[in-house]
């Protein structure tokens, strides 16, 4: 790369240096040398050098499209990812396709109507016809692109349908944490960012029944195919984004700002596993914001994959409380009595030895909480 600036570098030098004593000619030309037919130097080279620029310009356009394809993103597995890339080639194709005639001809011209004696240019002051038409179309399709851009943006970031997944996504430095609204009731409990600590990452409050059943993950996300997945969105400390390249998911983390996203997946791990043929292949999310060193280490497998399977493992997940059973201290007396249900099965107060020997105790200290817990 270095010695392409370098090479292209030293071109453009002599370039100049020649342009520059060609000019030095011209003057000349100007002032003394009357016995021509008045074509300038070089002319024809000139004239010449637009085509070659032209075909050049179009083979390094070719050239850069081809060379970068591999690094375009994934075909897409969410439905308004499709939506978003028709959406995108829609817009290349408005923007280039002028742009390539436009350029075309502004080279074309300078070649075809180079300097030939005894020609004269047309003088044509005005034409509002002409102006009328070239303000109003692409005012109109700007206007359309705009408008179908915009329909998009508000369906992702509007009200999700209620039949919708709602899972929290939090971002901090350096990971991210999922929070999910429970084994049992399905339903997010209340935060506050007060109730930060070590063990409680995000401020869960335990005082919100909602929050009793809550487990969070720090390693992956599993969505259900096929259903509105929603997004809450939030940052600890700084900024950061949360990015899944394959479903088209893209939204800024905001701290004391909630966003929000909501999608539909519409092929699981497995169908891509097996349409790309690799065993071990991953959705990935990943932090699209530059937020401090470990920026490059927050990401986060996305599992895609059935209701009946998502449901399992979402029975199967530890609760919060089950992992640190010592917030139970958190939870108010009223709510106790339900909170038991998410504690392991054996009282963390209990020798870590004798589990076998004291089950049948604790499930007598807490009616039901052996029997609920999966
Ligand atoms: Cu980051």
New binding site residues.
Partial sequence: MVYIIGFLTLVFLVLTIMVIARLQNVLKGVKSDDKTDGTPPGNRLNANLFILFTILSILGVIFTYVSAKADFLPEASSIHGRRVDDLFWFSMGVLAIPFLIVNFLLFFFSYKYQYKPGRKATFYPENHRLEIIWTAIPAVVMALLVFTGWRAWSDITSDAPSDSEVIEIV?KQ?NWIVRYGGVENNQLGNYNYKLIDAQNEIGIDLTDENSLDDFTNNTEIHIPVGRPVLLKIRARDVL??VFIPHMRVKMDAVPGMPTRFWFVADKTTNEIRAELGDPDFDYELA??????RG?FA?RMRVIVEDEASYRKWVSEQKTFLQTYPAYLAKVPDNLKAKAMKYLPAEPTAAPADSTTAQAPDAAAAAPGASASLR
């Fill in positions: 971002g350096f950061h984004s932090c699209t914001e530059i937020c401090g920026h927050m």
